[in-house]
């Protein structure tokens, strides 16, 4: 596994070694000692979610203000532009953004730490997007951020107007959400 930080360091994109042939190819999407290896990092995944969306849904920017959740993110089908936003008042980082393309084809995945908020445009007709929890979801606890707050500044790769669930319609601007330490 190749583990490469973004912008911001702690955010990382994680390449698995893809074992090929004219039959298909397998690899290991998740592996304790490899994720350590890679990352400096050993965390325990308590809930995998799986989520199928069509082309233009974007979904986020989500983030739970108690019961953070870390999130090992991937696509297996299909095409998504990833994001998170960095929520850490106390970070160097605070209210910068990365975005990365995931894919079926290219099979990296994203590891988003607690702290972030995290959201996805769906750029393919379908995709199937999975992904590992640090902690379980609470619904009490959800916040959802402005997909396009002007503070933030995310540039989506977005064509006309996107496909939002009523709670990512309703979000709030940064200067209203509540934040971490």
């Known amino acids: 596994m190749i583990a490469t930080p973004t912008a911001i360091a702690e955010v ?18 998740f592996n304790a000692r490899a994720f350590a290896r890679a990352t400096g990092l050993r965390r325990e995944f308590v809930q995998d979610n799986h989520s199928k969306s069509s082309r233009n849904v974007l979904r986020g920017l989500h983030y739970q203000i108690q019961q953070p959740q870390g999130k090992l993110v991937r696509v297996v089908e299909g095409e998504v532009f990833d994001v998170a936003v960095d929520l850490r008042k106390s970070s160097p980082t605070f209210k910068q953004w990365v975005g990365v393309y995931l894919s079926a084809e290219n099979k990296k995945l994203l590891w988003v ?19 590992k929890t640090t902690d379980f979801y609470a619904p009490e606890y959800e916040r959802s951020l402005r997909w396009n707050d002007p503070m933030l500044g995310i540039e989506w790769p977005l064509v006309g107007e996107p496909k939002l669930a009523a709670k990512d319609a309703a979000a709030v601007t940064l200067a209203d959400s509540e934040l971490f330490a």
Not at 19 to 29: A, C, I, V
Not at 113 to 131: D, I, T
């Open 12 to 29: 990382i994109v994680l390449e698995p070694q893809v074992f090929g042939d004219d039959r298909g190819f397998f690899l290991e999407s």
């Open 113 to 131: 730490p607690e702290g972030f908020a995290h959201g996805f445009l769906v750029l393919s007709e379908v995709a199937q997007f999975l992904y």
